[in-house]
């Protein structure tokens, strides 16, 4: 197996070389309790290598390449993780890798194209650009397939962390990753892991898009110099929005799947033919109903045909009607054997598992729910941009030349936005929908008579 060295220097205040210093290397694997191998090679994972600087501080450590690691020096409090690349690099080089958050596909609502924006986190940017100067980002059909270069490189600024990319041919089931290119010499940094694009959770409830043209028309989305506000900001007060409104209703309003939730079992539900409230709602769909009793080595799986879904999913009921089936089935039966598992307590713990869906598939959420989303989300950004109507941080200017003055003047003050209006009119909104959408939406407002 191919290796480098892991160079570096530890000096004192006084710029020094300190030596005898610990630097410990150490196996990482990727996962906990598992291995990695490469070409039918594998590392010991418990057994670390120490190195002591020399007398004029320098080190260095040998690695080889493709392997994950943990390099700790402890004296300057340094420890990173990394894979380690395929050619010699510095200590604090180690790990400089981009960081792809998410790569989002959107739509073109005038002519119907897809693209991607993928944003990607460069960091530390003061770091990275002692040796690379642009950031380059690649897409695949395939994770492990061949990946080209996606446009031109972007260059990396001094103190910008985040940037944001286009695939403006987007395909949501590309692959992409990233790496940092040195320009001058052709230098390269590892590839970051690749991610598959996909619809962020909290576009398929409100795009950006939407979000402008229903709840921000008329505003001015710029900064001072003419800049658009960055899709990330409207992305950004979208899924704050919806997160507070899935906790304001304790509901779950992007699909989600719940695996093998487990219920206990009570007599006295089972005489109402096996009644269940699950713990989220609105259910889309059950995948499977079964029960163990610890005796049973294995698991019952109810038949699908024998299982009820009460107001469509929007209460969250399940109740479990016998029909015909094989001989198993006479457990199921009320008042027969299952009763008899209760004892004197009436209630067995842990013994139904029940999957399913629950949530609001891609462009079923009620516009009720969207409508209060839009407006939470808006106000965030009706905030920054009523700051800057005028300027950052002015409420009122005067331009003059002899003979001619012009004074404008906004609502922004210390304590008032120039968006200030809208802003109350949708906090009033918002406050007095809230309560109907609990009762209506929220847990522990419905009553059932079994």
């Given at each position: 197996m191919a290796t480098i060295n892991i160079t570096g220097t530890i000096q004192d205040a006084a710029g020094t070389g300190v030596q005898n210093v610990l630097v410990r290397l150490t196996p990482s694997a990727p996962d906990e309790g598992s291995a990695e191998a490469i070409g039918g090679v594998g590392i010991v994972l418990d057994q670390p290598v120490d190195v002591f600087t020399a007398s004029d501080g320098t080190f260095t450590a040998v690695a080889v390449v493709g392997f994950r690691y943990l390099l700790e020096i402890s004296a300057i409090g340094f420890a990173r993780e990394f894979t380690c690349p395929s050619s010699n690099i510095r200590f604090d080089l180690l790990g400089l890798t981009p960081f792809i958050e998410t790569a989002t596909d959107h739509i073109d609502e005038a002519s119907g194209d897809n693209y991607v924006t993928l944003t990607v986190k460069a960091s530390p940017i003061t770091t990275l650009k002692e040796r690379y100067d642009q950031l380059v980002i690649e897409k695949s059909a395939t994770i492990d397939g061949s990946y080209a270069a996606l446009g031109t490189p972007t260059t990396l600024e001094a103190g910008i962390t985040f940037y944001e990319v286009q695939d403006t041919s987007g395909d949501v089931a590309n692959y992409y990753r990233a790496h940092y290119l040195n320009s001058g010499n052709s230098d390269v940094s590892q590839d970051s892991d690749a991610i598959l694009g996909a619809s962020a959770e909290e576009n398929l409830l409100i795009t950006p898009d939407e979000l402008k043209e229903l709840y921000l028309f008329g505003a001015v989305l710029e900064d001072d110099d003419g800049n658009e506000f960055p899709r990330r900001m409207f992305e950004h007060y979208i899924?704050?929005?919806?997160?507070?409104?899935?906790?304001?209703?304790?509901?779950?309003?992007?699909?989600?799947?719940?695996?093998?939730?487990?219920?206990?079992?009570?007599?006295?539900?089972?005489?109402?033919?096996?009644?269940?409230?699950?713990?989220?709602?609105?259910?889309?769909?059950?995948?499977?109903?079964?029960?163990?009793?610890?005796?049973?080595?294995?698991?019952?799986?109810?038949?699908?045909?024998?299982?009820?879904?009460?107001?469509?999913?929007?209460?969250?009921?399940?109740?479990?009607?016998?029909?015909?089936?094989?001989?198993?089935?006479?457990?199921?039966?009320?008042?027969?054997?299952?009763?008899?598992w209760s004892g004197a307590s009436g209630r067995v713990p842990g013994i139904w598992q029940i999957s399913y869906r629950s949530g609001f598939e891609p462009g079923t959420l009620p516009p009720d729910l969207k409508h209060i989303i839009g407006m939470a989300a808006s106000i965030g950004i009706f905030n920054i941009a009523g700051d800057l109507i005028a300027g950052a941080g002015i409420a009122n200017k005067s331009v003059s030349i002899p003979g001619l003055s012009q004074n404008i003047g906004t609502t922004s003050s210390a304590t008032n936005s120039g968006y200030g209006a809208r802003i109350i009119e949708y906090q009033k909104e918002v406050k007095e929908a809230l309560p109907m959408l609990r009762r209506y939406y929220g847990k522990g407002t419905r009553m059932v008579v079994a």
């Open positions: 899924a704050a929005a919806a997160d507070w409104l899935a906790k304001e209703l304790d509901i779950h309003l992007v699909a989600h799947d719940h695996v093998r939730e487990t219920y206990d079992h009570y007599s006295e539900d089972y005489g109402s033919w096996g009644w269940f409230q699950l713990d989220s709602y609105p259910v889309i769909q059950i995948d499977e109903v079964r029960f163990q009793y610890p005796s049973m080595t294995d698991a019952v799986v109810i038949d699908s045909d024998w299982i009820v879904l009460e107001d469509g999913g929007d209460s969250g009921i399940v109740q479990i009607v016998p029909g015909q089936g094989n001989i198993a089935d006479v457990l199921l039966i009320p008042g027969a054997l299952l009763p008899m």
